[in-house]
Structure formats: C-alpha cells, structure tokens
T-cell receptor, first 117, second 116 residues
Framework: AQKVTQAQTEISVVEKEDVTLDCVYETRDTTYYLFWYKQPPSGELVFLIRRNSFDEQNEISGRYSWNFQKSTSSFNFTITASQVVDSAVYFCALSGESGGSNYKLTFGKGTLLTVNP | DGGITQSPKYLFRKEGQNVTLSCEQNLNHDAMYWYRQDPGQGLRLIYYSQIVNDFQKGDIAEGYSVSREKKESFPLTVTSAQKNPTAFYLC???????????????FGPGTRLTVL
C-alpha cells in the first residue's frame, strides 16, 4: 500500500521568510511519481511539479524548489522569500506502477501555509 | 481556452435526493477522475475512467455513480445512499499515453455540495 505523510498540519510565517513543507512517502514500487499541488482558497488544485523515481535531481522554479531524497523517502518543498499570495493548502501526492496504467494518486492530508504581511 | 469546468460551484440538496455534478474538459485528455475532499483531509478517489464507456470504482465509490458516454464529460451522481455527502468534489483529467505528461492529473475548480 502507498502512503503519503505531511506531518505539518499548519505553518505560519511572516512575509519574506523561507519555509519548507515536508513530505514523506511509502511505496514498494520501483517506478513511482511524486507531485505537489497548491490549493488556494478558491479550491482548485494547481499542479506545481512532478518528479519520477529515477530522477533525484533537485529542481528550482523561481522562488520554489524541491528536494527529492530516495534514501529518506522524502520530497520536500521550499518557498524562498514567501509572499502573501503563497498562502494556501499544499498537497503532496504519489502514484506508482502498482496502481497500473491509471496513475491513481495517493494524497497526503495537506499543509496549510499562512503567510502574514 | 482549454481547461476543466465543473458546475455548479455550490450545490445544495435535501436529504434523500439524488444530485448530479458536472465535469467537462476540452483538453482532449483520455482519463478522468472524481475525488472527494473533507475538511482537513486529503483527497480520496471516488471513480475513474480511462476510456469512453468504461470506468472503475475508487476507494470510496459507495453511494456514487458515474457515466462516461463522451470523452469530454464525466458526470458524478451522488445518490441518496451516500450517508454523508456534504463535501468538496474535485474532478481531474489526465492526458493519454502518447503525452509526455501522461502521469499528471489536472484539476477543475470543484463543486461544494451541502446536504440540508
């Protein structure tokens, strides 16, 4: 069975602080995919990044960066110089080959990030 | 513009009534999904469909039904058998195997259902 754990239920920071959202996953699959989604107050889930299990390179996109470490089964997300618009719920998700070709997602419970001015 | 639309945004239903939530996509995606989100929880899969006229149960299918008569459309019916239907419902779609992003699901804006 697959599992995603986001231990931080809520995080509150002041604008311009850096913040890291943790994600730990469990899977027996050799091939799997990890995702981060952002859910602003409007409710829609916005896709941020996808990473497959064979690509452990860290990625940076503007103020966002992701650290994938297979050794610790973690896929952490860092926002540098946070802004009020970053306030949202962030979900980490996992899909794997054991789910077949339907790419079923297993979600963590999400981390509510509040960035205060 | 290409995207996924869900309607209505807010829906109120009396206990004992069936209600159908709409999900339409013009992205030419093959697969479509329905998820349920409860406060403070992650998303749970209700049903999914990889091709027209075919769909499979997800983790919490009881009390729900779907159809996939057209590639673009995947409506979800919440029946009176669903014990606790008040929730936020999200529809997603995914490109086919010919796409570089075939493993990625993209989500619609959601429908908030409240049972009175």
């Amino acid at each position: 069975a697959q599992k995603v754990t986001q231990a931080q239920t809520e995080i509150s920071v002041v604008e311009k602080e850096d913040v890291t959202l943790d994600c730990v996953y469990e899977t027996r699959d050799t091939t799997y995919y990890l995702f981060w989604y952002k859910q602003p107050p409007s409710g829609e889930l916005v896709f941020l990044i996808r990473r497959n299990s064979f690509d452990e390179q860290n990625e940076i996109s503007g103020r966002y960066s992701w650290n994938f470490q297979k050794s610790t089964s973690s896929f952490n997300f860092t926002i540098t110089a946070s802004q009020v618009v970053d306030s949202a719920v962030y979900f980490c998700a996992l899909s794997g080959e054991s789910g077949g070709s339907n790419y079923k997602l297993t979600f963590g419970k999400g981390t509510l990030l509040t960035v205060n001015p | 513009d290409g995207g996924i639309t869900q309607s209505p945004k807010y829906l109120f239903r009396k206990e004992g009534q069936n209600v159908t939530l709409s999900c339409e996509q013009n992205l030419n995606h093959d697969a479509m999904y329905w998820y349920r989100q409860d406060p403070g929880q992650g998303l749970r899969l209700i049903y999914y469909s990889q091709i027209v006229n075919d769909f499979q149960k997800g983790d919490i299918a009881e009390g729900y039904s779907v159809s996939r008569e057209k590639k673009e459309s995947f409506p979800l019916t919440v029946t009176s058998a669903q014990k606790n239907p008040t929730a936020f419902y999200l529809c997603a779609s995914r490109p086919g195997s010919g796409s570089i992003s075939t493993d990625t699901q993209y989500f619609g804006p959601g429908t908030r259902l409240t049972v009175l």
